[in-house]
């Protein structure tokens, strides 16, 4: 059995559910954070059925400003510790960015960035201290360009990429692990939150969520700074390099249209 204790964020759906399966199965101790709680009631039970897990169940919504603080506060109350950080939680939504609300394009950006930043600002000292775990945030293959018609996702990928690539080199002499997992288009509710049905992006093909997850899982577990799920992902990613950033503008724009 593993004797480290995993936090998964955005754990009651998609790529965050898959990779709790994947950790339980592991044998790791589980803690489920997301806002149905219903849902992680529903996962935690599968999982102590299926895995004879330990998992604790949190309900909490990252959008608010002093989030990850409280969920800090409550592990520490619960005397619960985070050994590996996955960092999984995140929206996106498509559309201009002026046609779009304002609230929802602030709450983007709170939980896909500052919630991200702040749990692992919170939690990484005591993986120091103790000399192993790490952090696995979720960024998306958007991080490699900018995205008119989805300005705001976009740029909050590209954030997490470039945050979670510093911190690998600035731990590199530590135990710990830090990745950034890259999908592309994936088979996940995210698709019906962002209002995305009928995107040509999806229309090309999207990959199981379950085999994201697992991905992500082996990268994380083999301390690899990037890992870019799919090979067409991977490829459409170093092809990126050598493309005018005009060029890719453009493409993203028509790809974003429905």
Do not use: W
């Not at 394009?105 to 192993?132: C, E, K, S, W």
């Amino acid at each position: 059995m593993n004797s480290q204790t995993v936090l998964v964020t955005g754990a009651s759906s998609g790529i965050g559910l898959e990779i709790a399966r994947l950790m339980a199965q592991q044998g790791y101790e589980l803690i489920l954070l997301a806002r149905r709680k219903h849902l992680l009631d529903a996962l935690a039970q599968e999982l102590r059925a299926s895995c004879q897990a330990k998992v604790e169940v949190l309900e909490a919504d990252l959008a608010g400003p002093d989030a990850a603080q409280a969920v800090v506060d409550v592990l520490q109350a619960r005397g619960l510790q985070v050994d590996v950080l996955v960092n999984n939680a995140g929206f996106g939504l498509l559309g201009d960015h002026l046609a779009l609300e304002s609230q929802s394009q602030f709450d983007m950006v709170q939980v896909n960035i500052m919630a991200l930043v702040q749990l692992t600002r919170l939690l990484l000292p005591g993986m120091i201290a103790r000399d192993r775990g790490g952090v696995l945030n979720v960024a998306s293959t958007a991080a490699f360009q900018a995205g008119p018609g989805m300005a705001v996702y976009y740029a909050t990928k590209a954030f997490v990429l470039s945050y979670t690539e510093a911190l690998h080199e600035e731990l590199c002499r530590t135990r710990l692990h830090v990745s950034c997992l890259c999908p592309g288009p994936t088979d996940t509710p995210f698709v019906d939150v962002a209002g995305m049905q009928g995107v040509k992006f999806f229309k090309l093909g999207a990959q199981p969520a379950a085999e994201v997850a697992r991905f992500g899982v082996q990268a994380f577990q083999a301390n690899r700074a990037v890992a870019i799920s799919g090979f067409k992902n991977a490829f459409a990613a170093f092809l990126v390099r050598f493309t005018p950033r005009l060029a890719l503008r453009k493409v993203i724009r028509a790809l974003t249209r429905v």
